[in-house]
């Protein structure tokens, strides 16, 4: 554990390497809040960081620059929780009081508000429909030969298909299958190959039988990535745009990574702790999207490691929020 000197000249570094991407000299750290040192001070405390991995000199005479250890002390034992301004939390609010439609253009727009209001690359993973239980199921009569099963689920999703009526099927059939269906489906999931106990009616059971048939849920989580473009911004080298770039099209990596942080009890992962070689220059901070006590999904964004840490936990705990109520209640509604 650092003192509290040490401790107040690394944030100074980490705050100022965050605003102006250049090493960080002695002479400025001096005059930092919290610091009130001399610069031969200053300079000897840096040396001692870097003898112990906090900090590094990228050459002679420049500057120091956090490293990924001094980043994770940072976001440990420094840092002041941040919040989001006032135009940002009316943003999202805004946003969430407004948003409507399917899931996946909630999930899709959701992805493009985080992007913009951190400046980095997000990524939201969906429920997917596998783990949502059944709220409403309903079966609606399109002609003499067609019908829609429609399924309201607890994600806020909502599933539905087309499927060919057998001949002569009345509407009080459809009425009874649809009672059926939800006296035994409702609180259940629509995992394949689901079935419900027999109706004791050979026609209203070939009918719910139709409709399972045609509800399809996908056990894929859907994935979400907006932002991209500001990552190419981020980094001076070429080649680490284009790995992180070509990372970012690699939907089972990015569900497989953020998963694995929040099982490690984390939120936030810097550089190599992550354990994906190529963004090994970035770090990830998330926040689970939590339905009645239950994880259905995650929201993150992914930027360079000298990312606004406070400011980013600040916003993925309130996108996250909001969007674990939003489901919730869309469900609801819907339902």
Known sequence: MLDERKSAILRAIVQEYITTAQPVGS??????????????TVRNEMAVLEQEGYVAQPHTSAGRIPTDKGYRFFVDHVAQPGHLDDASTRRVGEFFDSAHGRIEELLHQTTNLLAQVTSHAAVVVGPSAE?????????VGLSAHHATVVA??????????????????????????TVHLQTHLSGE????????????????????ALALDGLQPSSDEPVFVGGTASMAQAFDA??????????LEQQYVLVSLVRDILGRGLSV??????????LSACSVVVAP????????????????????????????EVVSDRLGRR????????G
Do not use: W
């Open 269 to 278: 992962a810097i550089g190599t702790e992550h354990g994906v070689e190529p």
């Open 152 to 177: 309201v689920m607890s994600n806020g999703s909502v599933d539905d298909a087309t499927f060919e009526l057998p001949p002569d099927t009345s509407d009080a059939r459809l009425a009874a299958a």
């Open 131 to 139: 783990r949502a239980r059944v709220r409403s199921i309903q079966l």
């Open 189 to 208: 999931s629509l995992d394949p190959g689901t079935t419900v106990l027999t109706s004791g009616d050979a026609s209203v059971d070939r009918l719910c």
């Open 27 to 40: 002479t400025l750290i001096a005059k930092a809040p919290g610091v009130q040192v001399s610069s031969a």
């Open 289 to 316: 999207v939590v339905i009645d006590g239950e994880q259905v999904g995650t929201v993150g964004v992914l930027g360079p490691t000298r990312m606004d840490y406070p400011q980013a936990l600040a916003t993925v």
């Open 327 to 334: 489901l919730e209640t869309g469900g609801r509604r819907a």
């Open 238 to 247: 070429v080649d680490t745009v284009r790995s992180v770039l070509r990372t």
